[in-house]
């Protein structure tokens, strides 16, 4: 399933920006953005891949015992990600590494859940509110949902104030929209008319299952059945994927209710690193999607506006930098106490918890050292 | 084919589902990635080429889905085969199996029957992330109108999901994906047990181990080790969690008077726990020593690199064996 004429596009694969009716509103918006900034968008795409390449040679190498790509998907997530203020709130699904960048993660503690030292990795409130990756399909856009209402119920969205108004996006594929959760919080943010934006990435697959097993309609039209404004966009354009973000995160905000975008990309790699792709799609899909590789359209699309060979060698070499740190601080990683499982069960002292912790302390000790237990 | 084969469980349980499949066009599969990937464990594998789109069905991504629309199925005549494809995934359906699934038989006062089976790869041992991991198999357990089985050996399974799958009652089908690989010795020509019967892995006269899945190779092991301390342990294989088979363990535990239970599941209101209770009711004046129970902790399953400590192995459940001796 690839473009139709209702996906919206500013950039062309060939790096061109596209005039037309259908982007007219967007346009002015990525008029807006500076150089630093558009060059801000290609280094972050840069270093989330070199994230991901790194990520898949350490999974390889058994430092890290699954990975779970977003290369392919840049483009939609730096374009989203950069479009939030940093008042936001961020429900990710696994995959939104970019995101998480933009928002001030430190990249290690998503190699510190996929390593299995963690079942979280970063403190929300202390990230950009980023929160925690959700393993269970969906599950996400319901708390999103949820912590919408609560701005709501908080008087904090809608008061014509967007510099401190607040609002919520929340990421989900293509097989989640299946996922009753996923239909339930559409259903309960229109309801409460929440400031919120539903983030799909369709990457056309999950896992070996295509999109087209899932849904019968492109999936943004499904929104305006549970009455939420939506469109379709070119999810390998980080212009547009930004432009539409920053409008109807804006709406929003400013009370207009839950709204919907459908980016269109691609997982080029594997599901994850456990996938072998190779048994459900052809070489001519991947070749197709490849030709719409998201970074290199912006890089022809930055030197067509004068970027120079200079700033793409020196992010070349940030990236480089970047992977290396990762993969020396992935080693230097040790291995959580045992005790750490009986943390944090309950937020209140709970006494089978206690006495296990004990009981598993003791056994350690006698075992690991006879002697020692005299 | 010849009778005995040398196969790996994943292999065995691809052949049981075939030959179901063969025997009645009745019995069809569905589930998440089942199709042309074989689903992510391969427990499927090749079967979509061979019956075609009807029988094996690559569903959308929706566990409620799956098992609301095999109860239809079942009412219209079928008998459907689901894969749920991890433990922690069972969870969205939690609701049409234990409100609907399991109570369908009942409510329409013995009218209709729900020959479903729910297949769950289950059980830690593979270092995944969260989710990937859990024995859930307590909730099932604990809802009238389920039957609750797991096998642990090759063979087992190869006749488990068989019987299963011709089973007029809902069967929750537990598959230890840690021994998914290990192969084992397949009979195709004799069954061997029912499907809900405990059965004696090994013999042996001073202690009784009791367990299920993956745990009961962790017993061989630790009746191994021990055997060389001079210790004679019986192995218990407890196949069926629902109804459970009473007979073999009693019997167990009148000669040999001590039982240790062992689950990789947490061990509060566990499967483990109602064994016990019902061994003491049953068996109290045999005893020489409490039912002791070796369980996963009351946590959550922990991140991957400390699955070695959450999940009981062969000195844990030795060191309940010796707390049993010392009475
Ligand atoms: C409730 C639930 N069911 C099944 C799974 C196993 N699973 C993990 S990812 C995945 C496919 C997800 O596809 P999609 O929503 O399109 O997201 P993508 O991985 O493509 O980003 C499946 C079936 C899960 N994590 N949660
Ligand atoms: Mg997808």
Known sequence: MSYTEATLQLLSPAGALVESDATAEYLPIVEKLSDDELREFHRVMALTRAF????????????????????????????????????????????EHAVGIIRGIDVIDIVRLFRGLTHGGWTPSEHGNFHIYTMVLGSQTLHATGYAMGITLDGKAGTGH?????????????????????????VFAASYQTPELFFLQNNQWAISVPVSKQSRTPLYLRAGGFGIPSVQV?????LISYAASRKYLEEARAGGGPRFIEALTYRMGAHTSSDDPTKYRTDAETAHWAALDPISRFETYLRSRGEGDDFFAEVRTEAADFAEDIRRRTLELGVPPVGAMFDNVYSEPHPLIEEEKQWLAQYEAAYASPEASE | MSALESLPMAKALNAGLRKAMQDDPKVILMGEDIGPLGGVFRVTEGLQADFGENRVMDTPLAESGIVGTAIGLAMRGYRPVCEIQFDGFVFPAFDQITSQLAKLTNRHEGGISMPVVIRIPYGGHIGAVEHHQESPEAYFAHTPGLRVVSPST????????????????????????????????????????????TAVARVGTEVTLLGHGAMVAVLLQAADLAAEEGTSVEVLDLRSLSPIDYGPILESVRKTGRLVIAQEAPGAVSVGSEIAATVAERAFYSLESPVLRVSGFDTPFPPAKLETIYLPDADRVLEAVDRALAY
């Open chain 1, 52 to 95: 991901d390449v790194e990520g898949t040679n350490l999974q390889r190498q058994g430092q890290i015992g699954i990975w779970v790509p977003s290369l392919g998907q840049e483009a939609a997530q730096v374009g989203s990600g950069f479009a939030m203020r940093p008042q936001d709130h961020i429900f990710p699904s696994y995959r």
């Open chain 1, 234 to 238: 070119d999810g390998n354009d980080v």
């Open chain 1, 162 to 186: 967007p510099e401190t108004d607040e609002a919520v996006i929340t990421y989900f594929g293509d097989g989640s929209t299946s996922q009753g959760d996923v239909n339930e919080a559409l």
């Open chain 2, 154 to 197: 090759p063979h087992d399974a190869y006749w488990m999901i068989q019987d299963a799958i011709s089973s007029d009652d809902p069967v929750i089908f537990l598959e230890p994906k840690s021994r998914y690989w290990p192969k084992g010795e397949v009979d195709f020509a004799v069954r061997g047990r029912t499907l809900h019967s």
